[in-house]
């Protein structure tokens, strides 16, 4: 499991990205924490993420890669931090 901490529009989140957790503010997927991260996810599920380097991908949020390319695509991302 993997911990991402970045901005959304401005504003801070962390996330987990690897399993769900029940006890977090919000959960989508493997992916739970911050409300605002996890709702921008729920929303663009499906979507095609660009991969810089690579081709593009469909954002699937019950697949941790996906959901690390999508977020270092449509967010600022300053950290990531294994579990």
């Given at each position: 499991m993997e911990k991402v901490y970045?901005?959304?529009?401005?504003?801070?989140y962390a996330v987990t990205v690897g399993e769900p957790r029940p006890?977090?503010?919000d959960t989508v997927g493997v992916v739970s924490g911050s409300p605002r991260a996890v709702s921008l996810?729920?929303?663009?599920?499906g979507d095609l993420?660009?991969?810089p380097h690579g081709?593009?991908?469909?954002?699937?949020?019950n697949n941790p890669t996906s959901v690390l390319?999508?977020?270092s695509a449509w967010t600022e991302v300053v950290d990531v931090t294994e579990d």
């Open positions: 970045g901005y959304v529009d401005g504003v801070a006890e977090a503010a996810l729920r929303v663009r599920d993420v660009d991969v081709p593009m991908i469909r954002l699937d949020v390319a999508a977020l």
